[in-house]
Nanobody, 124 residues
Framework: QVQLVESGGGLVQAGGSLRLSCTTS????????MGWFRQAPGKEREFVAA????????AVSDSVKGRFTISRDNAKNTVYLQMNSLKPEDTAVYSC?????????????????WGQGTQVTVSS
C-alpha cells in the first residue's frame, strides 16, 4: 500500500511563498513518478507540476510557470513544491499524486495514488 502525506500548506499574503512537502511510504520512493494537482472551490482539479522518478525531468502548468518549482529528495522519500510570488488565484487544496509505473503525472487519469490534500490560501 502506498501512502502520500502532504504538509506545508497555510495562509499567506499575495506575493509570499510556501513550500509543500509530500512524503511517501510503501515502496522505495524513486519507484514513483510524482506530481502536484490543485482544486479550488467550484472548479475541477488541475495539474500543477510533475517530476520523473529520478528528478531529471519536470513539468509545470502555464499558470504557475516561473513561480512554482517541483523537486524531490529520494533519500528522504519526499517531493517538494516551492511556490513563490503567490496570487489569490492560487488558493486551492493541493494534492500530491503518484504513478507507480513511472508515468509522469500530468493528467488526473495518470494518477495511481493521491494524498489527502493540504489547503493553501492566499490573501490579497
Amino acid at each position: 500500500q502506498v501512502q502520500l502525506v502532504e504538509s506545508g500548506g497555510g495562509l499567506v499574503q499575495a506575493g509570499g511563498s510556501l513550500r509543500l512537502s509530500c512524503t511517501t511510504s510503501g515502496r522505495t520512493s524513486n519507484s514513483y513518478a510524482m506530481g502536484w494537482f490543485r482544486q479550488a472551490p467550484g472548479k475541477e482539479r488541475e495539474f500543477v507540476a510533475a517530476i520523473s522518478r529520478s528528478g531529471g525531468s519536470t513539468a509545470v502548468s502555464d499558470s504557475v510557470k516561473g513561480r512554482f518549482t517541483i523537486s524531490r529528495d529520494n533519500a528522504k522519500n519526499t517531493v517538494y513544491l516551492q511556490m513563490n510570488s503567490l496570487k489569490p488565484e492560487d488558493t486551492a487544496v493541493y494534492s500530491c499524486a503518484a504513478n507507480v509505473r513511472g508515468v509522469v503525472v500530468t493528467r488526473v487519469n495518470f494518477v495511481d495514488y493521491w494524498g489527502q490534500g493540504t489547503q493553501v490560501t492566499v490573501s490579497s
